[in-house]
């Protein structure tokens, strides 16, 4: 069976392939590199790095939803991602994801050439009429959507996670949220889903989250998988932030191998490096 992901006018086909976004956090507070791309030339140039690195799209994102941050206003987001995306959009060659919850910031990056919403919810704020307001925004500019699966709010959502089947649960919800896309007027072939490795989940779930990727992609949907410098690889291995590169790459690929299709990662070359050759060995 074959997979693509579409974006903007290109047909992506993920059927034996990967794709890598690469992190451009624009905020003082990331868990992993708070504060180092505030600065909107920063911000860019490191994109720019990025692409040079190998990635195949962006995730520019001005809200931290690191475990325990505070939500922003939707201004001080807009105020954030903007200028970065004025710089970034013209220059970078590839798509340009938006990482956002709110529609204003949606749709300033939309007006601006962003190409995907990335929402980390899963498409949970509604429109008046119940539909999912960032699917029916995304449809009106033919955008693609990354649906993924938060339990809770960011400043609570790890204080004890309890699901009676954590794999279950999020498959069901990540299909409902596709299928609601799917009514406000997003095609099927415009959606990715994300099981949220560390949203609302004890190491416990996002382990076993992990280990059933296959249960994700049997959805139809592109699996995206964010592990990169994650706190679990501290929980389990005791590795401080710069030092979780191995582990990531190895979650990652095992996850490639049982179909997870798109990786959002902070270290692009070493990804793709990584992905090529299990492409090869696919
Ligand atoms: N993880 C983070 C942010 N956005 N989006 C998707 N689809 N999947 C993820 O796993 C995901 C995400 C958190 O990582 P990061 O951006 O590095 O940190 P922060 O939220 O502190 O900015």
Known sequence: MSLVYRIGDRAHDLTRRGLVLG?????PDSFSDGGRFLDPDAACAHGLRLIEEGADALDVGGESTRPGSEAVSAEEEIARVRPVLERLVPR????VSIDTS????ARVALGLGAMIVNDVT???????TGRPALAVLAAEYHASLIVMHMRGEPRTMQTDPRYDDVVSEVSGHLARAARDAQAAGVSFDRIAVDPGIGFG????HSLALLRRVDALSALGYPVMIGVSRKSLFEKLLG?????RLEAGLAASILAFEKGARLFRTHDVA??????RMAEALL
């Not at 899963?122 to 008046?128: E, F, W």
């Not at 989940?201 to 416990?204: A, D, G, N, P, T």
């Not at 070493?270 to 992905?275: E, K, S």
């Open 102 to 105: 709110k529609l204003e910031v």
């Open 239 to 243: 590795l401080a932030v710069t030092e």
């Open 270 to 275: 070493a990804t793709v490096r990584a992905l």
């Open 23 to 27: 992190i451009v956090n624009v905020t």
């Open 122 to 128: 899963g498409l949970r704020l509604r429109d008046g």
């Open 92 to 95: 970078a060659g590839v798509p």
């Open 201 to 204: 989940k004890s190491l416990e």
